[in-house]
């Protein structure tokens, strides 16, 4: 993936990346998600939810055979080689993910503030409510339905601590680990909220800032 299809974003001082999937893998996920959900054996043999922090309706784990067949694989490591080698000036020459799951989110479902293991993390949007609910008419207050926000550090002069994105259906968003983040609930609809994310380990000495 070339650096210029790479969006460096950095809110406050870690750089968060967004990339886009192709409409082809979108499709080869939610084909591939929907069977697992059609299938009870396969589902409960999948499940992940007591691995995860979400109060979701469904959390399942995505097989290494489909991650690299599907050419999901091929993707994240390329967008996340372009991202280091953006913010970081340096190639990476290794990816090896710990684990890769899909969150079904659903009305009054919520994700509390975590964290993941790895080096770095994403998140991806493969389904996207119409209406995610109601925007208050007080201009005061910050319309959060169904966002995922980024945490990092104290507010302060010039220094932001928060970073919400607004899902979109193929926007991948990366970051490092260690970079707390929530999803908020939504309301009035009835659709799902789909989303699939990864953990991810790249070169030691590249991830090791003090190296």
């Given at each position: 993936?070339?650096?210029?299809?790479?969006?460096i974003?950095?809110p406050f001082g870690?750089?968060?990346?967004?990339?886009?999937?192709s409409?082809?893998?979108?499709?080869?996920?939610?084909k591939y998600?929907d069977?697992?959900v059609a299938?009870?054996?396969?589902?409960?043999?999948?499940?992940?939810?007591h691995r995860?922090?979400?109060h979701?309706?469904?959390?399942?784990y995505?097989?290494?055979s489909?991650?690299e067949?599907?050419?999901?694989m091929?993707?994240?490591?390329?967008a996340v080689g372009?991202?280091?080698?953006?913010?970081?000036?340096k190639k990476?020459t290794?990816?090896?993910?710990?684990?890769?799951?899909?969150?079904?989110?659903?009305?009054?479902?919520?994700?509390?503030?975590?964290?993941?293991?790895?080096?770095?993390?994403?998140?991806?949007?493969l389904?996207v409510p119409?209406?995610?609910g109601?925007?208050t008419?007080?201009?005061?207050?910050?319309?959060?339905?169904?966002?995922?926000?980024?945490?990092?550090?104290?507010?302060?002069?010039l220094?932001?601590s928060?970073?919400s994105?607004?899902p979109e259906?193929?926007?991948?968003?990366?970051f490092p680990?260690?970079?707390?983040?929530?999803?908020y609930?939504?309301s009035?609809?009835d659709e799902?909220?789909?989303?699939?994310?990864f953990?991810a380990?790249?070169?030691e000495?590249?991830?090791?800032?003090y190296?």
């Amino acid at each position: 993936m070339p650096e210029s299809e790479i969006q460096i974003t950095r809110p406050f001082g870690p750089s968060v990346a967004k990339a886009k999937m192709s409409n082809e893998l979108v499709e080869k996920l939610n084909k591939y998600i929907d069977d697992i959900v059609a299938n009870e054996e396969k589902s409960k043999k999948q499940d992940w939810a007591h691995r995860l922090a979400g109060h979701v309706k469904q959390e399942f784990y995505l097989e290494n055979s489909f991650i690299e067949k599907s050419g999901f694989m091929n993707f994240l490591a390329q967008a996340v080689g372009a991202w280091i080698l953006n913010a970081e000036k340096k190639k990476i020459t290794k990816f090896i993910i710990n684990e890769s799951w899909v969150v079904r989110q659903f009305k009054n479902d919520y994700n509390p503030i975590h964290w993941h293991s790895g080096h770095v993390s994403g998140v991806g949007y493969l389904k996207v409510p119409n209406i995610l609910g109601k925007e208050t008419p007080d201009r005061k207050k910050i319309y959060k339905n169904g966002k995922i926000e980024l945490v990092h550090g104290n507010k302060m002069f010039l220094q932001r601590s928060t970073f919400s994105v607004l899902p979109e259906v193929g926007s991948f968003y990366f970051f490092p680990n260690y970079m707390m983040h929530t999803v908020y609930p939504f309301s009035d609809s009835d659709e799902e909220r789909r989303s699939v994310s990864f953990n991810a380990r790249i070169d030691e000495k590249i991830y090791d800032a003090y190296s």
